[in-house]
């Protein structure tokens, strides 16, 4: 039919094409055919999607149909292959869809037989999931769970395993308070399947599961409910006391839910703080895997609270175990049988050491003394010692006996017996000598000293005059006009003492030791106050008046004065250099170690252990680490020679270079026979300089006196190296000519740039002849440079940094006269300095001494927490004269220069030995830059323990003169000024005391090294600190090692501490321009004071090879003076000072203030308030600035403005106004 209608217009080939689709169409038709389904049989059949099913008609060679579309199919018209009719009358449908649930028919013979109804189910998903929950005990946790499916699945929910049964069906409508309400379990579940879980406990936390269920499979929902239960500690770290334990620990466990961590916090009596036990570099400390802490061969500095913290997301909580290190009392200083005049007075000392401190009882004929009028207990102590003084003030005979001095602590007791003889009384034998002793010391001194400068004058003065070593180094060491004086009179003590020694020897006929008889005992009280006044010593001991010097209130003093209000001398120039241990003197009081008692000689321990013509090079830092830490050296530490070079022997005076004998002050070093280079018997040395009042006694002090060194520069670091230590350096350094704070310079090396000034312009015309600089040829002759430290023209490259710093004050100073013109010179001055000082505290802090010390050195510094009054800033004897002088083992024998592209310098390096006292190699050489960059791209050399052989066989090198030796020096200064051995200093740094040398080897790992120290010294207790400490390894990520490391930290940590003026300390700075301040790096200030040094390393002290990876010097952070506008003279604390003419004096004045917003002009009512209280804030000018400024910086935040402001009465507008006003200015000052 199809074929017959279409065959006119269709071809063949395309009927060929349409026919089966024709064909299906007709056979659908076919079998679409009306027809009664009222089968007698019906079933119901189930099946899931994926899964099959069968079923069965009854009857074999059967039709089955399927109800489509209104009507029934014949399914064989389908053909579905995942249908399979079988003769025997069976169906199966296979891989189920969900088109297949429907409404099926077998016939037989056009007789229905059955009807079956396949139903296909639908696997369930989850469509509304509970999240995971963390909760406080106590609350109503809801976990909503719905699914959907086919048919509709069925919710239940289990915990972990648990299913949880029986649940109480609430409808799905119920309101919070039905749930609330309800009673019975904590668990109530909706008709929708949600569960709430009322009161919830501890208990009731864990993995909650939510199974939603039909036919079709089941499908899961998780939620995980963390209860939370603050951590409680059930084993608390117990109270322990170690007495010679191998290992000790503390335990703690904890509860809680989630399970707590636990750390461990350690606070040392020593004031150490440490927060993560395992990473402690000690090694000592362990953290096993239940969280308690060991601790391995326990000293005392462990002693101290470990606190265990357990924490979780519930809070934290701790407890604390007290660790206490037991050390037996050991006495450092015994009292000693004596014999006392009756009337008399006397002191008796007992000092002990142990851990924990010991407690000290005294006892008279086993008697316990109690309380008495005829005797007093004076009590000194700190951590782990404790001095107590037992003193008479007139001694009686009932005072005759044995006395005791017994210490004790928990550890055990330790007792010293002595006796105690009064005698009559008998006239004080020194007293009739005293006129006559100060004659003679004052004409025997006066005129060594004199003879001691004519041969100098004559010399220098000489234009043919060649200087040998020791004249260079007279140079370096001599000492300023008032310094001399004040030595001066110090030798004219000390050798009246001597005097009238002699002349009581004379008069008895006997030898006569000073420490077999008491001093006081051979002189009165008023005698011996007599002898210091006509020595002078009395007239140079000055206190300082700090009350009148207005200046102190916001600027440092250049001699260090007043920095300590309680104590006015403490880290003053020309005070007493401070002790870690005490004095090792031979006799007690005053002569050196090695003058008598046999040690070896400091040049063969030079020459056999420390000296090394090849040296490794550092890997990581540059030679800028050397220089830069004389610089700071020179800052601190400056012990000057005795003022006379020549013997004080009475008759035939010698000068100290020609004697080889040990007298005042001369104390030669021994030179071996079979010496490689030096042929004479002795190398000249002189003894440091003494401070008044020490060597014998101090009257003022009321107490002997061991000999004491003099520091003639301040101990703060303050740049007392640019700005010098004493106002009279100051006044000389000073260029008052253009009125803006600036220093003095020398001639021009680039535009704005100039050298330092020159001392034959500067220094008075009697004394150019002793400080005449003198290099290699006369050609080439230039005077010293000036600076505040006299040592700047040693070697170039301290010069160099003296160079630098200069121009950086005068820079600053430039800066801050642009944005505060109404400061005057001296304003601008101090300021300058005051930022200058800052900046280079900020990088000897920050970028230096990490390097130095390392993570744990600079731990043992800790963190700023301010200012202590009670901490004395002068710097340590060991310090000075062993300890920082490491430094010495990291000069390489040669100075780098470089071009401008850093590459090879036309004029080559510099040998060492020929460039000390060589201001021409900067003059006529190409300046500073090339030296800046040699310095930058040259390696340190290793501290390994060996000095240069450019400073042990050529320092002060001068052609047909025999050098001196820097090592051999250093031996020989430590022994004049009686430091304690090294092995003293080990165990005062927590280290065991080596009984032998090989108890070394932790510490001195080198075996070729412990064994020459054994041929040297006769026992391990004659080390010398300053070898024993360089020979030692270094410490993981220093550049010292342990010994070193604790007293450099020590020092360092005083020097910050005590300094009443440190960058940090609170009101010295506001927050703006501390930001300012710790932006400082010495790259930048390199940069920034070059000729013309474009790129530098951005850590200038790490070395790096690679020109191309520094960075630009205009990338670098820049420092933004505005933070250092003033409002004016009215703020100026002096002024007020002036004004009120009194410090302690609190006055309160009227402050009346106008500001402008927009074009309405506010003025407020008048303010009382502190007016020395005043500070200022950056960033605002005009007269709305001067006044607002005041007022916000006695409101910092912004609510307390705001209470400042309802406190005026004002009308609501204008506290409106100004509360706008005050957040706006609070936004400028944050960001800008």
């Not at 570099?281 to 969280?291: A, F, H, L, N, T």
């Amino acid at each position: 039919i199809y074929y017959n209608e279409y065959k006119s217009y269709l071809s063949k080939t395309q009927m060929y094409c349409i026919l089966p689709f024709l064909l299906s169409t007709l056979s659908l038709s076919l079998s679409q055919q009306s027809f009664d389904d009222n089968a007698p049989l019906t079933e119901l059949k189930n099946g899931r999607v994926g899964g099959f099913v069968a079923i069965k008609c009854g009857f074999s060679d059967v039709d089955w149909f399927k109800f489509m579309d209104g009507d029934y199919v014949n399914l064989k018209s389908l053909r579905n292959r995942r249908i399979s009719i079988i003769r025997d009358g069976r169906m199966y449908i296979s891989r189920l869809r969900d088109s297949d649930a429907g409404v099926y028919l077998c016939r037989k013979n056009e007789t229905p037989i059955k009807k079956i109804t396949v139903k296909i189910a639908e696997k369930p998903s989850v469509v509304i999931q509970p999240g995971d929950v963390t909760v406080q005990p106590g609350s109503l946790v809801h976990l909503p769970c719905e699914g959907d499916g086919i048919p509709h699945p069925t919710i239940s929910w289990r915990i972990g395993r648990i299913q949880l049964s029986d649940l109480p069906v609430l409808p799905a409508s119920s309101s919070m308070e039905d749930i609330l309400g309800y009673k019975g379990d904590n668990y109530v579940m909706t008709e929708a399947g949600h569960l709430y879980i009322r009161n919830i406990t501890v208990q009731h936390g864990g993995l909650y599961i939510c199974e939603v269920t039909n036919e079709g499979g089941t499908a899961y929902a998780t939620s995980n409910i963390l209860v939370l239960d603050p951590p409680e500690i059930t084993t608390k770290p117990a109270d322990t006391d170690a007495l010679d334990a191998r290992t000790i620990g503390f335990a703690c466990r904890a509860t809680g839910s989630p399970t707590p961590t636990i750390k461990w916090r350690i606070e040392t009596d020593e004031g150490l703080v440490i927060e993560d036990v395992e990473d402690h570099p000690s090694g000592r400390y362990q953290v096993d895997r239940y969280q308690s802490i060991r601790i391995s061969m326990p000293v005392p500095s462990d002693s101290g609270r470990y606190t265990c913290i357990a924490s979780n997301t519930g809070g934290s909580v701790n407890a604390t175990g007290i660790l206490r290190v037991l050390v037996t009392p050991e006495f450092r200083i015994p009292p000693k049988d004596s014999w006392v005049p009756v009337g008399s007075s006397a002191v008796f000392v007992c000092a002990a050491q142990g851990s924990p401190t010991p407690l000290i009882e005294w006892f008279k004929d086993d008697a316990y003394l109690a309380f008495s009028n005829t005797y007093q207990i004076q009590h000194e102590t700190s951590l782990h010692e404790v001095q107590e003084k037992l003193i008479f003030r007139q001694i009686s005979f009932q005072d005759t006996g044995f006395y005791e001095c017994r210490a004790s602590n928990l550890a055990g007791t330790n007792r010293h017996e002595f006796s105690i003889a009064v005698t009559e009384a008998m006239p004080f034998p020194g007293d009739r000598f005293v006129k006559d002793a100060i004659e003679y010391a004052n004409n025997f001194v006066q005129s060594a000293i004199q003879e001691t400068q004519v041969i100098l004058s004559s010399r220098f003065s000489n234009p043919n005059f060649q200087p040998t070593p020791q004249d260079l180094f007279h140079m370096v060491r001599q000492p300023t006009r008032q310094t001399l004086y004040m030595a001066m009179s110090a030798e004219v003590f000390e050798h009246a003492l001597d005097y009238i020694h002699q002349q009581i020897e004379k008069l008895n006929a006997t030898s006569l030791e000073r420490n077999q008889q008491p001093l006081t005992s051979l002189l009165s009280p008023a005698a011996l106050e007599h002898l210091e006044d006509l020595s002078g010593c009395k007239a140079r001991v000055k206190m300082p008046k700090c009350q009148m010097r207005c200046q102190l209130m916001s600027f440092r003093s250049h001699d260090g004065t007043c920095n300590n209000e309680k104590n006015p001398l403490y880290g003053s120039s020309l005070h007493s250099l401070n002790r870690f241990l005490p004095a090792l003197y031979e006799n007690k009081y005053n002569t050196p170690r090695g003058w008598s008692h046999h040690l070896p000689s400091a040049r063969l321990v030079s020459q056999r252990l420390m000296r090394t013509d090849g040296f490794q090079l550092h890997s990581r830092y540059s030679v800028l680490m050397m220089h830069f830490g004389q610089f700071l050296d020179h800052d601190l530490i400056q012990t000057v020679s005795g003022p006379s070079e020549t013997t004080f022997a009475p008759f035939l005076p010698v000068r100290c270079r020609r004697t080889c004998s040990n007298t005042m002050p001369c104390f030669p070093i021994e030179i071996a026979t079979n010496d490689t280079r030096i042929e004479s018997s002795c190398m000249p040395f002189v003894r440091s300089a003494a401070t008044c009042g020490t060597g014998d006694t101090s009257v003022f002090g009321d107490s002997i006196r061991v000999r004491e060194q003099l520091n003639q520069v301040t101990s703060f670091l303050d740049g007392s190296g640019i700005y010098g230590s004493a106002d009279e350096e100051m006044e000389t350094l000073r260029d008052r000519s253009a009125g803006r704070g600036q220093l003095r310079v020398g001639e021009e090396t680039s535009p704005g740039k100039h050298l330092l000034p020159r001392e034959d312009v500067l220094v008075p015309e009697e004394l150019e002849s002793e400080r005449r600089c003198i290099g290699r040829s006369a050609i080439n002759f230039h005077d010293c440079f000036l600076a505040g430290d006299r040592r700047s023209t040693e070697q170039p490259g301290l010069t160099v940094l003296h160079t630098v710093f200069m121009r950086h004050h005068n820079q600053i100073a430039y800066k801050l006269s642009e944005v505060n013109p109404q400061w005057n010179d001296d304003r601008v001055y101090e300021e300058a300095r005051k930022i200058v000082g800052a900046q280079l505290q900020h990088i000897a802090y920050n970028e230096y001494l990490p390097k130095v010390l390392g993570v744990e050195g600079m731990m043992k510094i800790g963190e700023y927490m301010g200012y202590e009054s009670e901490t004395d800033s002068s710097i340590l004897n060991e310090f000075a004269t062993a300890a920082f002088r490491f430094g010495h083992t990291l000069i390489p024998p040669t100075l780098f220069r470089r071009g401008e592209n850093y590459e090879e310098f036309e004029l080559g390096d510099m040998p060492l030995h020929n460039s000390f006292f060589t201001p021409y190699r900067i003059v006529d050489e190409g300046g500073i830059d090339p030296i800046i960059r040699g310095m930058l791209t040259q390696n340190l050399k290793n501290p390994d323990g060996k000095l240069s052989s450019s400073v042990t066989e050529r320092l002060f090198n001068i052609i047909s003169e025999v050098s001196l030796d820097l090592a051999a020096i250093n031996i020989q200064r430590g022994r004049d000024h009686a430091i304690p051995t090294y092995n003293d200093m080990r165990q005062v740094c927590g280290m065991r005391r080596a009984l032998n040398f090989h108890d070394l080897q932790s510490e001195i790992t080198n075996a070729t090294v412990r064994q020459l120290l054994s041929e040297m010294y006769d026992t391990v207790d004659d080390i010398d600190l300053w070898v024993g400490g360089l020979e030692e390894s270094t410490v993981d990520g220093s550049l010292v090692g342990p010994t070193f490391r604790c007293i450099i930290a020590e020092q360092f940590k005083r020097t910050r501490n005590g300094d009443r003026f440190w960058y940090e300390a609170d009101s010295h700075f506001t927050s703006e321009q501390l930001r300012q301040i710790r932006k400082t790096t010495l790259a930048k200030i390199l940069c920034e004071n070059a000729d013309n040094i474009t790129k530098v390393p951005e850590d200038v002290f790490k070395y790096n090879p690679n020109v191309n990876k520094y960075t630009e010097c205009r990338k670098l952070p820049r420092f933004d003076f505005s933070a250092f506008m003033d409002c004016g003279d009215d703020c100026n604390p002096c002024l007020r000072y002036r004004e009120q003419n009194s410090l302690e004096e609190e006055t309160e004045t009227d402050l009346e203030f106008t500001y402008e917003v927009g074009e309405k002009i506010m003025k407020s009512a008048s303010i009382r308030r502190h007016a020395y209280h005043r500070k200022f804030v950056p960033g605002l000018r005009g007269r709305a600035g001067d006044s607002l400024r005041q007022e916000i910086e006695l409101r910092e935040r912004k609510k307390e403005h705001v209470e400042f402001l309802k406190n005026l009465n004002l009308p609501k507008e204008e506290i409106d106004l100004r509360v706008r006003l005050f957040k706006q200015l609070e936004r400028n000052l944050t960001f800008g």
